[in-house]
T-cell receptor, first 108, second 122 residues
């Protein structure tokens, strides 16, 4: 199984801040990573696929980069509605599809 | 628009069975693989299983292999998860997820159901 190590597990930030989350894969997953946002009581929302491609309707302040085993997800200029938990997920290999442990972005 | 509506969750004793259903609408169901993903209370996401559009191929996570067969009925646009020999650690919200449908491998898409809660407790 491919392990996805996501960090940090939580962070505190203010509106307007730049936030960066990283995911490290246990083996080469090329560009095959998704990033999700999940708010309490809601299903996850897919933000990015193929490491850097924004889903339709996702604001441009969200971005992703990386390939191989190291990936980065960035929010450039936090909005109040961005406080949520974010997950990475690889789809290079299944079974299983695997997720990172999540990063909770909280208000400072 | 795509709609996925899960049902069948509830409270069940360890060792018992439960069948989850996911009714799909708003897209060509028979053309897409379908997944189940679960989330234990306060925990992260865990992929459970996928079934190909034609039900020929099925893949499972190691934690449910042999216990949770996945199936589908393309005439009724429904995917199922039969949950057998349930354990307390299976307690979670179970989400039905439409595959991204790119045709070059399985991946979770952008359409998720609202989830159904399964609680395994004596």
């Amino acid at each position: 199984d491919i392990q996805m190590t996501q960090s940090p597990s939580s962070l505190s930030a203010s509106v307007g801040d730049r936030v960066t989350i990283t995911c490290q894969a246990s083996q080469d997953i090329r560009k095959f990573i998704n990033w999700y946002q999940q708010k309490p009581g809601k299903a996850p929302k897919l933000l990015i696929h193929d490491a850097s491609i924004l889903e339709a309707g996702v604001p441009a302040r969200f971005s992703g980069s990386g390939s191989g085993t190291e990936f980065t997800f960035t929010i450039t200029g936090l909005y109040p509605e961005d406080f949520a938990t974010y997950y990475c997920q690889q789809y290079e290999s299944l079974p299983p599809l695997t997720f990172g442990g999540g990063t909770k972005v909280e208000i400072k | 628009q795509v709609q996925l509506v899960e049902s069948g969750g509830g409270v069940v004793q360890p060792g018992k069975s439960l069948r989850l259903s996911c009714a799909a609408s708003g897209f060509a169901f028979r053309s897409f693989a379908m997944h189940w993903v679960r989330q234990a209370p306060g925990r992260g996401l865990e992929w459970v299983a996928v079934i190909s559009n034609d039900a020929i191929n099925k893949f499972y996570s190691g934690s449910v292999t042999g216990r949770f067969p996945i199936s589908r009925d393309n005439s009724n646009n429904t995917v199922y998860l039969q949950m057998n020999s349930l354990r307390p650690e299976d307690t979670a919200i179970y989400y039905c997820v439409k595959d991204w449908g790119r045709g070059d491998g399985y991946n979770l898409g952008d359409s998720w159901g609202q989830g159904t809660l399964v609680t395994v407790s004596s």
